[in-house]
């Protein structure tokens, strides 16, 4: 059974960088894209990017500039990385396997950024 | 961009719910997806590639569609079904969500 369990700060100051991690267990690590997703506090979601583990990442335009995801096979973990972040950037983070649909999700970690 | 429509619906256990997903350009190849999520959890992968349901997916829940119009029906709404719905495209980078439709009990 696969199982994604998610890691990091819950508050953040204004332009302090996010760091979280999403911990894979059960199937396959390598063979997979591994996606984050945002979710604003009462709204819909947003892709923000995706890793292949030994491969390449994938970022939303819109944060390409502020975000790296990578992924560390040894360890079987996947890491989000969020530069200078704002109050726009508060909501529940999620991890998830897949490239196009994602089938396993983390369960989602509440980040407020506030000073 | 990804409209859904209703936003919210109040509905009865035992009745019939199609929610629609409209794109704003067609979808190549039919990348389409819908979730189930419920307050406080992570969305619920339901159905992909339009009309497949991910395993242990109940067969109450189908998805139809093709070029920009897509569904999702629920023919027999159970209790546990009340929650809100996305749908999601794939095919059209990046990958993109609708709004959200919520559908609760009556």
């Known amino acids: 059974q696969v199982h994604l369990q998610q890691a990091g700060p819950g508050l953040l100051k204004p332009l302090e960088t996010l760091s979280l991690t999403c911990s894979v267990s059960?199937?396959?690590?390598?063979?997979?894209?591994w996606t984050w997703i945002r979710q604003p506090p009462g709204m819909g979601l947003q892709w923000m990017g995706n890793?292949?583990?030994?491969?390449?990442?994938k970022y939303n335009a819109s944060l390409t500039t502020r975000l790296t995801i990578s992924a560390d096979t040894s360890k079987r973990l996947i890491s989000l990385r969020l530069t200078g972040v704002t109050a726009a950037d508060t909501g529940v983070y999620f991890c998830?396997?897949?490239?196009?649909?994602?089938?396993?999700w983390g369960q989602g970690i509440l980040v407020t950024v506030s000073s | 961009e990804l409209t859904q429509s209703p936003g919210t619906l109040s509905l009865s256990p035992g009745e019939r719910v199609t929610l629609s997903c409209r794109a704003s350009?067609?979808?190549?190849?039919?990348?389409v997806a819908w979730y189930q999520q419920k307050p406080g959890q992570a969305p619920r992968l339901l159905i992909y590639?339009?009309?497949k349901r991910d395993t242990g997916i109940p067969d109450r829940f189908s998805g139809s569609g093709s070029g920009t119009d897509f569904s999702l029906t629920i023919s027999r709404l159970e209790p546990e079904d009340f929650a809100v719905f996305y749908c999601?495209?794939?095919?059209?980078?990046?990958?993109?969500f609708g709004q959200g439709a919520k559908v609760e009990i009556k």
């Open positions: 999601q495209q794939y095919g059209i980078s990046p990958p993109t």
């Open positions: 059960g199937g396959s690590f390598s063979g997979h894209y």
């Open positions: 350009q067609s979808v190549t190849s039919g990348q």
């Open positions: 998830a396997r897949g490239n196009g649909w994602m089938d396993y």
């Open positions: 890793v292949l583990p030994g491969g390449t990442s």
């Open positions: 590639d339009i009309f």
